[in-house]
Every structure is written in structure tokens, then in C-alpha cells.
């Protein structure tokens, strides 16, 4: 299965993927959501920046689901993970807020990332503001 992520572009986590210094990316949820329960070991995630192209990929390597998450349980997670997930030392904190109280995580292990030749994305039927789209073939979203 293949994957789109649309990622915040002020966080620059595209250009870490690419370059190998985010080797873990995560979605956090108040209620289960895609990619839970969807994405699985060798699928491809294809990387855009929300407005943009998309301009990378990568294959997932492993996927850990958490679920009835505490605060205590999410500062743990960040705590072991922080650097794979791309985010700085100083940065922690601001990540903490975002995600603080939410009741579901997903990481996704990923390796190999390239870049692709960048290419417009229809979510047509999936709504404006969904962050993540799991399709059997990406070029079902090439517009």
C-alpha cells in the first residue's frame, strides 16, 4: 500500500527525511485515524509539504501503535524517540504542547529515503483537510 503524508512546513521535517536526520515519523490523535491499523511493514509513504509537491518517499520498516496514551506515557515516547522524530533538543517542549493529551500514537519506522519526481497531489474525495491518505497505488493521487 502506499502512503501520502502532508506535513506543517514550518516544522522542515521533508528535507530531514530526505537527508537521513528524521528516521521516525509519528502521528498523534485524539481518535483513531489513518494511518492506524492501516499502514504496515514495507509500504511506501510518499512526503509533501502541506501547499506543496510532493518531493520524497520512504519505505517503513516497522510500526508501533499506542492507544489510552497519558501524558506521562507521550513524554516517555518523546523522550526515547525525540531525535529519530526529527525534532531538536530546544524544540522538545513546543512538540510536547502539540501533541499533549492526545490519546493515540503512531511511529513508523522508515529507511531508504529518495527524493521523487515532485508531482501535484488530488485529494479529491478525501477531504481538504486530511493529513494522511492511505491508497493501494499513489498515482491514484497524481493530479
Known amino acids: 500500500m502506499d502512503h501520502l503524508a502532508i506535513m506543517e512546513s514550518k516544522l522542515a521535517f521533508v528535507p530531514k527525511i530526505l537527508d537521513g536526520r528524521k528516521t521516525i515519523e509519528s502521528r498523534w490523535y485524539k481518535t483513531r485515524r489513518a494511518p492506524w491499523g492501516k499502514i504496515k511493514r514495507n509500504d511506501v509513504v ?12 520512504a519505505t517503513v ?14 513524554k516517555r515516547i518523546l523522550g526515547e524517540h525525540w531525535k529519530r522524530l526529527g ?50 497505488d499513489i498515482n491514484k493521487l497524481i493530479f
Open 61 to 74: 520498516t516497522r510500526v508501533v501503535e499506542y492507544d489510552n496514551l497519558t501524558n506521562r506515557e507521550i
Open 87 to 136: 525534532i531538536s533538543k530546544e524544540g522538545l517542549s513546543d512538540f510536547y504542547k502539540k501533541v499533549e493529551n492526545k490519546n493515540y500514537c503512531i511511529l513508523m519506522f522508515l529507511k531508504n529515503p529518495q527524493k521523487v519526481t515532485p508531482f501535484k497531489v488530488n485529494k479529491k474525495g478525501f477531504g481538504a483537510m486530511a493529513s494522511w491518505i492511505c491508497v493501494e
Open 46 to 57: 510518499y512526503f509533501k509539504n502541506s501547499g506543496k509537491l510532493a518531493i520524497t518517499k
